[in-house]
Every structure is written in structure tokens, then in C-alpha cells.
């Protein structure tokens, strides 16, 4: 496992709800793709072997995709080869994790085994038990954190989320969390140890997001006025995202400057999802708010198209109510773009307050409504911040987060040798109750069977 072996890690990534095969923005794919996507090829480049497994979706794929040198993504099947709704997926882990033992074979095919999401810890624990390997887990969003900060008739996480993160919390090896606010999380909320806890912080692809020829050579490839004053939104369409927010945030800004109505076009990038898709639609806000002239939507596009979105805008905003890192934060710095964002989990980190953006507190929509009319009175500043933001997500590197990663395999490996890991994906005997005492309620059906046992 040690870098300095004669061969390269090989590691089985975990991503049972969502593949890293699908466009960001759409369904359950989010930011969690982009980090799976990037970390995978940045550990590629460092020599190590990534293995992707993932549900089959119906989606005309071969069993066997390969994503780049040394990253293949492989899809398994687990219930109907076809789209599930996440309600149904606990259901389906079983089946998941007999076709991954399967196909990648009983006897310690991997080094490690690096899980993406409670659905995937809870595969992780069973593999990495059979195959005596160390699980390391990150979790991406928290149920609990999800649940303190739901949107007006939003529909809470699951008892069975929380319990089954609680035990994943309990079975890895290590977790890796994205800031030092998920990492009080997991200590806080769901009795981590701190000692296994790393913290490892998203990188930005460069490459792709950054300044290019600047905002009116951007406006002119999508079609946009360069004298508009563009606040953008990207994101999937759900309420934990807080479209709303920045809907009922341009009404207000219409209020205090309606001269601004000749000039303002909001775009709104990516598609339903989750309880976005039962939730009354935008459109019909937009309407009864009187901005429907101003809002355009637009699906979620490709990443090189992003860019441009990214470019073409005066200031991002972003205000979900939860938010483990906002990899879309980050994203626009590089691009040259201030972030008007809400302080909360990882966006202070993604952020710097003042520096490259606004950090703010809660989720008023006039509070929105006032640093936008700021933003659109003072380019000049939001230029300088702009330019700020390229300085800030420069240091933010896939490079620098596979080398921490490759570090937090080493230590699980070198725990499980001393024989001070978690022994295999076992949880301790026992959790069924969160910090404090207080109990889950039951858990019904084949994933309460299975998960004591595995």
C-alpha cells in the first residue's frame, strides 16, 4: 500500500447512487461527480489504479467505461438495470455488493476501498470486511446536518440515512472530510474521532475554469447583452440549493432599484432533483413575484460550456442551506467571478469574505437583494474580487488533494498492519443509537436485515 511498494495502489471507489459518468446539475449528480471525476484521474496520475462501481442505469453503456489512463468506472447490477428513485436504493445494497464482490473477485483484489456516500459506506462495510482491506469514507453531505437547515416544506432525511451514516461512521478506518466544519460535524453530530478524521480540501480544474479571454468574449459566445448585470445561479433545481432564495432576492432588488429591470438577466443552470421535483416550480415564483422577464433557465451543460456561464456572469450566487464544500464556488473564482454565497459549512472556506466575495448570514432574500445592488453599484470592486478569486482557487489543486488522499490511505493501511484499524468494515457492537442515547426509531425491510449482519 505504501507509495514506495514495487506497485501502484489499486483502489475500489464506491459511488452506488450516482456515476461519475453523468453531467453535473442533472438528477442526483452534483458536486460529488466532479470530485469522484477529478479525484480519480489526479490519483491516476500519481500511479495509482482506480476502479469506479456504480449502478446500472439502463443507459445504453458497456459493463466496463474507461474514464481515463488507469480510472475504468463499472457498472453493476442491483435491482432493475434502470433509473430507482434514492427511497429505494437501500433495498437494493445487498445485490450491490454481491455483484462487486463478483466481479472484483473474493480475495483482495484492492488496497483500499474508498466510498462516496452513506449508500456506498454501507457497501464499503461489507467489501472492505471480506476483503480485510481499510475503508475510507467520505460523506459528501450529512443527513443530520441536512435536517437542521431543511427549507420551508422540504422533506427531511431519513431514519434510515442517519442510522445507516452513523454506522458507516462507526466502520471506516478513516473519513475524509472537505473542511474543518464537516469534520466538527462528524465529531459533533456523530461521535467521530477526531483522530480519524482528515481533512481534505477539493482542487479545481484549472484547466478548464479559468479567466480565458474575459466576460464580454464569454457574452458574445452565448448570445448575452454586454451591458447586462448578471447574477447567475448553478446548481441542481432543489430546495437544500436555494433557487427560491435568489428568486425572491431579484424581486427585492427590483424594488430598491427598479431602474435595473432594463438590464438584468438571471440565469438558472441545471435540472430538477430530489425533492425539487415534487416542489412548486420556479416558473410559477417567478410569475407571482413578477420576475419571469428577468429569470431565464437553462439545463445543465457541459463543463467547458460552464465556463463560459461562469465567465460571462458578474457574480455567482449561492445560497443553499447546506453545503459541504460548493465545489461551484470555487469554480467561478477561478473564472474571475465573485461569489455571493451564504455562510454556511463549507462556503467560508471556499470564500474568503470580502476578498472574493460575500459570505451571507442566513437566508433572507433582502440581504441578497442589497450586496447585489452593492455588486452592480461598485464593478470595480467586484472586478477586484474577481481577480482575487483567480489568486485564491490557484491554490486550490486536485494535485494537492490526491496527495492527501494517498496520505490518508497510507495511515488506514499502517493502522490495519499495527492493528489499530476498525477491523474490516466491522462497526463496534451495539450502535444503534446516536450521541446522547437517544434511539433511531426501526428500521423496516431487507436493508434492516442485512445491515447488522453483512
Request: glycine share 12%.
Amino acid at each position: 500500500m505504501p507509495r514506495s511498494a514495487s506497485r501502484p495502489p489499486r483502489v475500489a471507489v464506491l459511488s452506488v447512487h450516482t456515476s461519475p459518468l453523468h453531467r453535473p446539475g442533472t438528477g442526483d449528480a452534483g458536486g460529488m461527480n466532479v470530485y469522484m471525476v477529478q479525484l480519480a484521474r489526479a490519483l491516476a496520475a500519481k500511479g495509482a489504479e482506480i476502479d469506479v462501481f456504480t449502478r446500472c442505469r439502463g443507459e445504453g453503456l458497456p459493463a466496463r467505461v474507461r474514464l481515463a489512463e488507469r480510472v475504468t468506472v463499472q457498472h453493476l447490477h442491483a435491482g432493475p438495470c434502470g433509473p430507482l428513485a434514492k427511497e429505494a436504493l437501500p433495498g437494493m445494497l445487498p445485490a450491490f455488493s454481491r455483484d462487486l464482490l463478483r466481479a472484483a473477485g473474493e480475495r483482495r483484489p484492492y488496497d483500499v476501498v474508498h466510498s462516496h456516500y452513506w449508500l456506498s459506506g454501507q457497501v464499503g462495510r461489507a467489501v472492505a470486511g471480506r476483503w480485510r482491506v481499510p475503508l475510507v469514507h467520505t460523506m459528501h453531505t450529512l443527513g443530520r446536518v441536512k435536517n437542521a437547515s431543511l427549507a420551508p416544506g422540504d422533506d427531511a432525511e431519513p431514519a434510515v440515512r442517519i442510522l445507516g451514516e452513523h454506522q458507516v461512521v462507526d466502520a471506516a478506518d478513516r473519513l475524509i472530510a472537505n473542511t474543518a466544519d464537516e469534520a466538527a460535524a462528524l465529531r459533533d453530530l456523530y461521535g467521530a474521532e477526531a483522530a480519524r478524521i482528515d481533512i481534505v480540501r477539493p482542487g479545481v480544474d484549472t484547466g478548464t475554469f479559468s479567466p480565458g479571454a474575459g466576460r464580454q468574449d464569454a457574452r458574445r459566445r452565448l448570445g448575452l447583452p454586454p451591458d447586462a448585470f448578471v447574477p447567475l445561479f448553478v446548481g441542481r433545481i432543489q430546495p437544500l440549493k436555494g433557487p427560491d432564495v435568489l428568486i425572491r432576492a431579484i424581486a427585492e432588488l427590483l424594488d430598491l432599484a427598479p431602474e435595473l429591470r432594463t438590464r438584468l438577466l438571471v440565469p438558472v443552470i441545471g435540472g430538477l432533483s430530489g425533492s425539487g421535483t415534487h416542489a412548486p416550480g420556479l416558473p410559477a415564483l417567478c410569475r407571482r413575484l413578477g420576475v419571469d422577464g428577468v429569470v431565464r433557465r437553462e439545463p445543465a451543460v457541459r463543463r467547458r460550456a460552464l465556463a463560459d456561464w461562469y465567465r460571462a456572469a458578474d457574480v455567482l450566487v449561492v445560497p443553499s442551506r447546506s453545503e459541504s464544500f460548493g465545489l461551484v464556488a470555487a469554480e467561478a473564482q477561478a473564472c474571475g467571478t465573485p461569489v455571493l454565497a451564504a455562510r454556511v459549512g463549507g462556503l467560508p472556506t471556499a470564500v474568503r469574505d470580502g476578498v472574493t466575495g460575500l459570505l451571507v448570514d442566513g437566508h433572507r432574500p433582502a440581504d441578497y437583494a442589497r450586496q447585489l445592488l452593492a455588486l452592480a453599484r461598485a464593478p470595480r470592486r467586484a472586478r477586484a474580487m474577481g481577480r482575487a478569486g483567480v489568486r485564491h482557487a490557484a491554490g486550490m489543486t486536485w494535485e494537492t488533494a490526491a496527495e492527501a488522499t494517498l496520505a490518508t490511505y497510507e495511515r488506514a493501511a499502517s493502522d490495519r498492519t499495527r492493528g489499530v484499524g476498525r477491523g474490516g468494515g466491522t462497526p463496534p457492537p451495539g450502535r444503534d443509537h446516536a450521541p446522547g442515547g437517544a434511539e433511531f426509531p426501526p428500521v423496516q425491510g431487507e436493508f434492516a436485515s442485512m445491515m447488522p449482519h453483512w
